[in-house]
């Protein structure tokens, strides 16, 4: 039996690309799947050659440990919290060995160093290195004494976790072909059906509002004076920025994957400028954007829309006297990084998971006493993905929301 007591336990860090780790687990699409043959013949052989009664293939998910497969062990993982295998993959091309687990400030107070039955009293563990360079959990042995490896045994071990590799890449290749068939599939009647949504009920009463604004202007502007003339013009101003923006949604949705994704080059705080002006926001908003302005290079449609509708959710579901929005950047040399904190009325923890999913919505009303239709969230998460980041929410009722998501700087 476990012991869960009194004593401090170690827990393992997170690695510093988190995001983008846990969304290529996601994408090899191994993660809770049943038990195969070809992972269970190599931890059998893994504890064969390490002579160790214990052989895991373990993947560290965000918050548990899923074994994918198992020899010597009827337990199908744990919490990340106490894993060895967090621990190993914050070393992603070194083979971590842990010759006594009691003597190690790190696991001598662990509930499995701990157990009374089956006690873990040695660790070898190889990280399984994705094609991204991520460490998606390890081939680890285990034995319920101290114990060693040999050189040779190192090396098995090591050749061992390579096979696995592979077939985690050859599992990845194979969800991504027959993801992409079922998206080509589907994606013909969908964009026929969006393009003529769009074009019917937006573009055409736009180009009515531009052109109204166009003879307004001819036939009173005598009449209208400065200021009639200034709110003309930035009429007419808003409907072609949202002509634009609908057209460049339009040629976003005609792509069938990320390799067709367009990028160009913008300035990120004149693009968020333009954002924030369409909602045409009251003096008891403060937007503030990132300290420093850069330009950066990315698909600016799928960013605009994603900002769009992050933005206005921090708005709508807001029930504060003054509404604060905070939007930080940071970027490294492959990923954009982007965040979106308010405080407004905050996300309840079992529903972070939901809000991500198509038609579903909080039972709540916004500020004016609408419904959301559940289609906001589940379109920015998509989009995040086509721009080969992730996205996460961290959120408290009452306490306010941050969205963080990224984009890959190479698509």
């Not at 040999?150 to 990845?172: G, P, S, T, Y």
């Not at 400065?226 to 634009?244: F, P, T, V």
């Amino acid at each position: 039996m476990i012991k869960t007591g009194a004593k401090q336990m170690i827990k393992p860090a997170i690695p510093r690309n988190e995001l983008e780790r846990l969304a290529s687990l996601e994408e090899a699409g191994i993660f809770n799947t049943s038990p195969e043959a070809e992972f269970d013949n190599i931890t059998k052989l893994a504890s064969f050659i390490c002579k160790t009664p214990v052989s895991l293939i373990s993947l560290v998910g965000e918050s548990e440990q899923y074994f994918k497969s198992r020899y010597g062990t009827e337990i199908y993982g744990s919490s990340r919290e106490i894993s060895f295998c967090a621990h190993a993959i914050l070393k992603p091309k070194q083979l971590m060995v842990v010759n006594d687990t009691r003597l190690d400030e790190r696991f001598k107070d662990n509930p499995f160093t701990l157990d009374e039955n089956n006690p873990v009293q040695f660790y070898a563990g190889m990280p399984l290195v994705d094609h991204h360079g991520f460490a998606l959990g390890t081939l680890c042995v285990l034995d319920t004494k101290p114990n060693k490896l040999d050189k040779e045994q190192k090396i098995a071990l090591k050749a061992l976790a390579k096979h696995v590799e592979v077939l985690f890449e050859l599992r990845r290749k194979n969800k991504h072909l027959e993801q992409i068939e079922k998206e080509l599939k589907e994606h013909n009647t969908a964009l026929k059906d969006f393009a003529g949504v769009v074009s019917h009920d937006m573009k055409m009463p736009l180009a009515n509002m531009i052109i109204t604004a166009d003879i307004l202007k001819a036939k009173y502007g005598d009449q209208l004076g400065k200021e009639g003339l200034k709110y003309l013009k930035n009429l007419k101003n808003a409907g072609l920025n949202l002509s634009d923006y609908i057209n460049s949604l339009l040629t976003h949705y005609e792509s069938n994957d990320t390799s067709d994704l367009k990028k160009q080059e913008f300035d990120l705080h004149h693009m968020l400028e333009e954002i924030i002006d369409l909602f045409n926001i009251s003096d008891n908003v403060d937007i503030n954007l990132p300290n420093e302005n850069i330009i950066i290079q990315s698909n600016r449609a799928a960013l605009e829309q994603i900002f769009l509708n992050l933005l206005s959710n921090s708005l709508k579901y807001n029930e504060s006297e003054k509404i604060v929005i905070d939007i930080d950047f940071r970027q490294t040399p492959d990923f954009y990084y982007f965040s979106i904190s308010d405080n407004g009325i905050g996300i309840p923890q079992d529903k972070q998971e939901e809000i991500f999913q198509i038609f579903t919505t909080l039972a709540v009303t916004d500020r004016k006493g609408n419904k959301g239709n559940g289609i906001g969230l589940s379109t920015v998460k998509r989009l995040v993905k086509n721009l080969g980041g992730n996205i996460k929410v961290n959120s408290q009722p009452g306490q306010g929301t941050q969205f963080t998501f990224s984009a890959k700087r190479n698509l």
